[in-house]
């Protein structure tokens, strides 16, 4: 069974860091492309970061150069480290994994930037 937990959310200043974690249970993360996805209130789910398998790397314009997808191997653990965050960051992220099309996602964790 597969299961995604997340942590590392929280409320921090604008211009502030955070740093979310996905930890995975029944899959291997190096197996398969995980990905980073956030829902603000009101507003559609949308892609943030995705690494595959491979350990390609892509972004969403509005997070380059501020947000860092990586994976550790050793721990299954995927990592989104977030830097320079604006109020427009808030919202619950999450990481997602699709397993034998099998879409799974973690329970979220909400990231509120706020002065």
């Known amino acids: 069974q597969v299961q995604l937990v997340e942590s590392g959310g929280g409320l921090v200043q604008p211009g502030g860091s955070l740093r979310l974690s996905c930890a995975a249970t029944?899959?291997?993360?190096?197996?398969?492309?995980t990905d980073w996805y956030r829902q603000a209130p009101g507003k559609q789910r949308e892609l943030v970061a995705k690494?595959?398998?491979?350990?390609?790397?892509d972004y969403e314009d509005s997070v380059k150069g501020r947000f860092t997808i990586s994976r550790d191997n050793a721990e299954n653990t995927v990592y989104l480290k977030m830097n320079s965050l604006k109020p427009e960051d808030t919202a619950v992220y999450y990481c997602?994994?699709?397993?034998?099309?099998?879409?799974?996602w973690g329970q979220g964790t909400q990231v509120t930037v706020s002065s």
């Open positions: 997602g994994v699709d397993v034998w099309g099998s879409r799974y």
């Open positions: 029944g899959i291997m993360f190096y197996m398969y492309a």
């Open positions: 690494i595959t398998r491979g350990g390609s790397i």
